[in-house]
């Protein structure tokens, strides 16, 4: 069986391999395993409108019903989503793609901050279900507005919450391209031929997406992430034996990286981040904890639960995906034992193609086929998610809080179907029409911008003291400076702008994430000004939360029938906080 796999394994190289101008036959097995998935998990996701939905809530009419999943799903159904959520198709290409690139601090930092993330998931997000369960909130930015009485502290919150989830949405669709390009579907001299299959799974992506909400993609996830855990649990059990085991595959990653890069004069990274890299690394990690939970499509997956300690529960095994995750990025290292070239079709080099090529070289073109479907089928299921949670906050947020207040649920619902669209279809645009660099540089700058709305959202979870112009002011004065702090990033091969994300942090010479040193930035002028406007008693908005919010379950009133029985607190109360 195994020599018979090695034969198998040596066709697909002859079969899939590129030459020098990246040119490659279409491998016609591993394609027709890819659609034949992609055609069941269209099924399924254009059947999830009627799933778990009552016949008279058909339709999805309210924002609640499309865009939460009708806030009913359980423990399994949420870890599956928030896993199809959070760990991206992007995710399985740039991260091994990093490690084979540069090594471990541009890679597997990622490692260490998803298993940070799930205790500021325990203690955080809990909170903010309660008080959304309370109020009805759907967005981050509904709770930023009832919390502090701002329409422009929201309307911050919302259009940072786009603009951050807008390139993220862009990178799904290039890892989707990748595993196109790879299959030998990228090489056809017709640009609209080579575009095609991508262009028909957004459009399938746009109307599955319409039809079902939040309901198609949190049932695709289940597929997914089955498919993820087979693909990686062979991978691991397979290639380090094949290669030579472990001590041979991190031999040669040393040796790669060790090595001079000529365009800077430096190793090309380090299998083990040096001391020099520490700080780099370990604000690398803390802040992207930070910054995860606050992009919005991260939000929208945990205010689909039906309950607090739903959250809490997959706060505690959301964990086994980061032990996946550490199992992937590892296969960087493989690729680089195994010799993996990614050659793009126009002839140079391209990590992101190094963990499609590495299956389709080293596995039979019927499994390649499922791994290269998992990393696709993984890149609708965060797309949708993220084309909903962008719309739920142009609709809760800027449309209806600017234009139109008086909206009906079914009208939100109508808005942000349309939106979710348009999202769609500028990300599709975005990949298409603008060189990959620059969808890049954009979701660096997003982590950067989300990170500044930590303050807003998660002081507010916990207290009422700071005013709302202060954190207004943190939040422009970290945009402003995380946006010219990255853009002074100079890339030293290609010499190009927006090159990375760390810089020295302000007044020193040691490097750090720049949306750590913005967030502090941020953090300092919100307190700050807050103490200035205190001290002129500047009088603050009315806060429409209470403090009996924060500990809401799913059994607890709502505020609606809370207000029947007692009288709302009195205004000068009301600046205590939960």
Do not use: C
């Not at 591993?30 to 008279?56: K, Y």
């Not at 090309?268 to 904890?289: D, E, R």
């Amino acid at each position: 069986m195994t020599a018979h796999l090695l034969a198998l394994a040596g066709q697909a190289v002859a079969a899939t391999g590129p030459d020098a101008h990246g040119n490659r036959p279409v491998n016609w097995v591993a394609l027709i395993v890819v659609i034949v998935l992609f055609v069941v998990v269209a099924v399924i996701g254009f059947l999830a409108s009627r799933w778990r939905t009552d016949p008279s809530a058909r339709g999805l009419n309210s924002l609640d019903e499309w865009g939460l999943g009708g806030r009913g799903f359980g423990t399994w159904i949420t870890w599956f989503l928030l896993g199809g959520d959070l760990y991206t198709a992007y995710t399985f290409v740039a991260v091994p793609a990093a490690m084979w690139a540069s090594g471990a601090v541009s890679g597997f930092f990622a490692v260490p901050y998803t298993i940070v993330l799930y205790p500021i998931v325990f203690l955080l997000m809990s909170r903010l279900w309660s008080v959304s369960h309370r109020h009805g909130y759907v967005t981050p930015a509904d709770f930023v507005g009832g919390r502090y009485g701002s329409r422009w502290l929201s309307v911050a919150v919302a259009v940072t919450g786009i603009i951050a989830t807008m390139p993220y949405i862009a990178l799904q669709l290039v890892g989707i391209k990748a595993v196109l390009t790879v299959l030998g579907l990228g090489s056809n001299t017709n640009p609209f031929m080579a575009d095609l299959p991508l262009i028909i799974a957004f459009i399938v992506l746009a109307a599955y997406t319409y039809t079902g909400g939040l309901r198609a993609p949190a049932l695709i996830a289940i597929v997914k992430d089955v498919l993820i855990y087979i693909a990686i649990i062979v991978a691991i059990a397979y290639l380090p034996a094949h290669f030579g085991g472990w001590d041979g595959i991190f031999g040669a990653a040393d040796k790669k990286l060790s090595a001079t890069n000529p365009a800077t004069g430096a190793p090309f990274g380090a299998v083990i981040p040096g001391a020099g890299s520490f700080n780099a690394y370990w604000t690398l990690a803390l802040g992207s904890a930070m910054a995860l939970f606050m992009y919005p499509h991260s939000v929208t997956g945990l205010l689909a639960t039906k309950s607090r300690n739903t959250i809490r529960r997959n706060a505690m095994v959301l964990p086994l995906y980061s032990l996946m995750l550490g199992f992937l990025a590892l296969l960087g290292y493989v690729a680089i034992k195994a010799g993996t070239q990614p050659i793009d079709t126009n002839g140079a080099v391209n990590a992101q193609l190094v963990v499609p090529q590495l299956f389709l070289d080293s596995f039979p073109s019927w499994f390649s086929g499922i791994a290269l479907a998992a990393i696709a089928i993984g890149a609708l299921v965060p797309a949708a998610i993220m084309s909903i949670a962008a719309s739920n906050l142009f609709t809760r947020n800027i449309y209806r809080d600017l234009f139109k207040k008086n909206a009906t649920q079914k009208h939100e619902a109508n808005v942000s179907k349309l939106v979710s669209l348009l999202v769609k279809l500028g990300a599709l645009v975005f990949v298409l029409g603008m060189d990959q660099s620059s969808a890049i540089n954009l979701q660096l700058l997003g982590g950067i911008w989300i990170l500044q709305t930590f303050p807003a959202i998660v002081a507010g979870l916990y207290t009422r003291w700071f005013n709302k112009w202060a954190l207004f002011a943190g939040w422009a004065a970290g945009i402003l400076y995380g946006t010219i702090a990255a853009y002074n990033v100079i890339n030293p091969a290609t010499h190009a702008h927006f090159g990375g994300s760390i810089a020295p942090f302000p007044f020193t010479t040691v490097p750090v994430y720049i949306g750590v040193s913005a967030f502090v930035l941020n953090a300092l002028i919100a307190v700050v000004v807050t103490l200035v406007l205190r001290l002129f008693k500047v009088k603050d908005t009315t806060d429409v939360t209470r403090p009996s919010d924060y500990g809401a379950d799913e059994n607890d009133p709502k505020v609606a029938a809370i207000e029947q029985r007692q009288p709302p607190l009195e205004p000068e109360l009301d600046s205590r906080g939960a």
